[in-house]
């Protein structure tokens, strides 16, 4: 596993795909790690010579970022983990290796970075409200509870309800926690003092993709004057996308809604995530610093040519 220690066992590409498919290893950051880390294990077990290396590798790559199409961090991911076999010099299985672990590396410490930025703008005791599960606003919220009296409305998150798994974590992060039905949270806005959520992609216009709902809830804090701040790695930065409208949704399963038993006849629709707008969004916090929507792309490059430095 992605985050698991030295005496691992090997991640076979088609496991991690499996684990990444039906949501055993899911969240933006964790599932790209967690495909990085099956690179990464391939180029160091595989017995063959360079060139069948290779194309296993861009085999696996694409079976890899074909198991979620909207986190666009899985892409990046892959992309940076995979970029050697595009070089014609040096030890491309030794590059792979350094790369994946680079990538996995600077991709925890990014989280650390981002939870101790977004802490400081809770600036007060207070409630602050999330959407789905977040690694990234967890350590946020977790974060900022070590120096104010936190609260946190953690919102069920249908059809999955990641809000159990928010909770759970909060509480063992000693933040005291009140879970909510999706559908009250523009009820219990009023008493909110900021929203904080995770993101799968940010288009380069600042158009925020993440788990469905979260458009619900910008909206209800535009609506009662609450800051909405979107705690995200800047590998969930996507140039490619101008906006929200370029990426793609991912739609699953219905009977993640209802078992078809119970609704015969009846069309599900499950669309999970979905786009909240660039002009919803009071400031992203990145591992490069806390930015406007509109200077994330920017955010994104300075980070890029921070980590080719390295
Ligand atoms: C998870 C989700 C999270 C982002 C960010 O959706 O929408 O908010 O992935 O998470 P799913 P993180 O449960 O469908 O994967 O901050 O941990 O990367």
Sequence with gaps: ????????????????????????????????????????????????????????????????????????????????????????????????????????????????????????????????????????????????????DIRAFACETRPRRQGLLTAAQLRQRRVPVTLIVDSAMNLVMPDVDWVVVGADTIAANGDVVNKVGTSLVALSAKQHGVPFYVAAETYKVAPWARSGRDVRIEQRAAREVVDPRDAPGVGVYNPVFDVTPARLVTRIVTEAGVVRPSAVRAAAARARDRSRRA
């Design 1 to 148: 596993m992605a985050d698991a220690g030295p005496l691992r066992t090997v991640l076979t590409v088609g496991r991690a795909a499996r684990d990444i498919e039906t949501m055993k290893v899911r969240g933006a950051g964790r599932l790209a790690r967690h495909a990085v880390q099956a690179l990464h294990d391939l180029a160091a077990t595989h017995p063959g010579p360079d060139r069948a290396l290779q194309a296993e590798l861009r085999r696996a790559a694409k079976r890899l970022v074909a198991t979620r199409p909207t986190a666009v961090s899985l892409r990046n991911a892959v992309e940076e983990a995979t970029s050697p076999l595009a070089s014609r010099n040096g030890d491309m299985r030794a590059a792979v290796l350094t790369a994946s672990q680079r990538f996995i590396a600077r991709s925890h410490a990014a989280v650390e970075t981002i939870s101790l930025l977004g802490a400081r703008l809770l600036d007060g005791d207070g409630w602050v409200l999330t959407h789905c599960n977040s690694a990234c606003s967890v350590g946020v919220i977790a974060k900022a509870r070590e120096g104010h």
